[in-house]
């Protein structure tokens, strides 16, 4: 369950961080003409590296997600007798990892949003670095909590 909740963490975020991206920016009015022009602007005022700015916090989160989730979904569900097949007991099962996901989810998601929307500030200057310099500088300016 675990090398296979990995594989699934990074497989999905390696695909799916473009469309995020884009999701994105047309969510907050800083790109238009559809999901594909959306894109074809980014990588052409951006470069294509752009695509994946700030993935690094959802593939280290995701992948550890993924893994905790196909694990304990798995633990869960032999501990309270849950049959193959879709039953009550095994939607309980996977409702039981829940809350720690969302302690790992949040400020991935969070730092995530920061980086995408970094390089269309005012300004056009990027403000971080990378992922961990984002986290440092926010944490920095407004303490701790700002990750959740």
Same mark, same amino acid.
């Not at 907050?28 to 752009?50: L, N, Q």
């Given at each position: 369950?675990? &090398?296979?909740?990995?594989?699934?963490?990074?497989?999905?975020t390696?695909?799916?961080?473009?469309?995020?991206?884009?999701?994105?920016?047309?969510?907050?009015?800083?790109?238009?003409?559809?999901?594909? #022009?959306a894109?074809?602007?980014i990588?052409?005022?951006?470069?294509?590296?752009?695509?994946?700015?700030?993935?690094?916090?959802?593939?280290?989160?995701?992948?550890?997600?993924?893994?905790?989730?196909?694990?304990?979904?798995?633990? +869960?569900?032999?501990?309270?007798?849950?049959?193959?097949?879709?039953?009550?007991?095994?939607?309980?099962?996977?409702?039981?990892?829940?809350?720690? +996901?969302? &302690?790992?989810?949040?400020?991935?998601? +969070?730092?995530?949003?920061?980086?995408?929307?970094?390089?269309?500030?005012a300004?056009?200057?990027?403000? +971080?670095? #990378?992922?961990?310099?984002?986290?440092?500088v &926010?944490?920095?300016?407004?303490?701790?909590?700002? &990750?959740?």
């Amino acid at each position: 369950e675990a &090398l296979g909740g990995l594989a699934a963490g990074i497989v999905g975020t390696v695909l799916g961080f473009p469309l995020d991206l884009v999701k994105t920016r047309m969510q907050t009015g800083t790109a238009s003409g559809g999901m594909i #022009g959306a894109a074809r602007h980014i990588v052409k005022t951006e470069g294509i590296r752009s695509l994946y700015k700030g993935i690094a916090p959802p593939l280290i989160s995701l992948s550890i997600v993924n893994t905790v989730s196909f694990t304990s979904y798995s633990y +869960f569900r032999r501990k309270i007798g849950g049959q193959n097949g879709w039953d009550v007991t095994n939607a309980w099962a996977g409702m039981l990892g829940a809350p720690m +996901f969302g &302690l790992i989810t949040t400020p991935e998601n +969070f730092l995530k949003t920061q980086m995408q929307m970094d390089n269309v500030q005012a300004s056009h200057a990027k403000r +971080f670095r #990378g992922s961990l310099h984002c986290a440092s500088v &926010l944490v920095k300016e407004h303490g701790p909590s700002v &990750l959740y």
